[in-house]
T-cell receptor, first 111, second 112 residues
Framework: QKEVEQDPGPLSVPEGAIVSLNCTYSNSAFQYFMWYRQYSRKGPELLMYTYSSGNKEDGRFTAQVDKSSKYISLFIRDSQPSDSATYLCAMSGSGNTPLVFGKGTRLSVIA | DGGITQSPKYLFRKEGQNVTLSCEQNLNHDAMYWYRQDPGQGLRLIYYSQIVNDFQKGDIAEGYSVSREKKESFPLTVTSAQKNPTAFYLC???????????FGSGTRLTVV
């Protein structure tokens, strides 16, 4: 079983839709959870950062962490064509180990 | 503006040659990382360094080498021992291991 599982998609939605992106993980030591957005041929950029369980909202984006289920989600409200990108989840534990990344979900928002 | 710079953007290598990818940051970050990205594979960690003059192997270190002589710089050498080097290489830096990473814009290496 891989440490972090993420459905690669592709996911195609109409403009204005609510998008739900998800990752599951197996390591119960993970405490730091992040979402990155990567446009084609560019480096990833940090979108959301969450520590432990709970929700975090930033504009149209909401990150949720459910540690009991080992499941994290990213919701995008009122999706726009400019949201079309690959979204990668990433997580780490309390030690000095680097982030573990999911494989990424490719999202297309159609105008 | 602070940031992380990778060069060159595109690199072509003949089989049997070593090549070095540059990564420089002016964010005063202690930690730096090298990832390889292949289609459908996500980001795979090659090497990382949490302090000057120290670095650790990641999941796919074979055929690669690094140095960390300065805080700002973390060059990656792809040696002739790397059997399938064609990929998109990403460098990142962070304040520490549990903080968000800042990524460079990547170097696309092609073996010809």
């Amino acid at each position: 079983q891989k440490e972090v599982e993420q459905d690669p998609g592709p996911l195609s939605v109409p403009e204005g839709a609510i998008v739900s992106l998800n990752c599951t993980y197996s390591n119960s030591a993970f405490q730091y959870f992040m979402w990155y957005r990567q446009y084609s041929r560019k480096g990833p950029e940090l979108l959301m950062y969450t520590y432990s369980s709970g929700n975090k909202e930033d504009g149209r984006f909401t990150a949720q962490v459910d540690k009991s289920s080992k499941y994290i989600s990213l919701f995008i409200r009122d999706s726009q064509p400019s949201d079309s990108a690959t979204y990668l989840c990433a997580m780490s534990g309390s030690g000095n180990t680097p982030l573990v990344f999911g494989k990424g979900t490719r999202l297309s928002v159609i105008a | 503006d602070g940031g992380i710079t990778q060069s060159p953007k595109y690199l072509f290598r003949k089989e049997g040659q070593n090549v070095t990818l540059s990564c420089e940051q002016n964010l005063n970050h202690d930690a730096m990382y090298w990832y390889r990205q292949d289609p459908g594979q996500g980001l795979r960690l090659i090497y990382y360094s949490q302090i000057v003059n120290d670095f650790q192997k990641g999941d796919i270190a074979e055929g690669y080498s690094v140095s960390r002589e300065k805080k700002e710089s973390f060059p990656l050498t792809v040696t002739s021992a790397q059997k399938n080097p064609t990929a998109f290489y990403l460098c990142a830096s962070s304040i520490g291991p549990n903080y968000g990473y800042t990524f460079g814009s990547g170097t696309r290496l092609t073996v010809v």
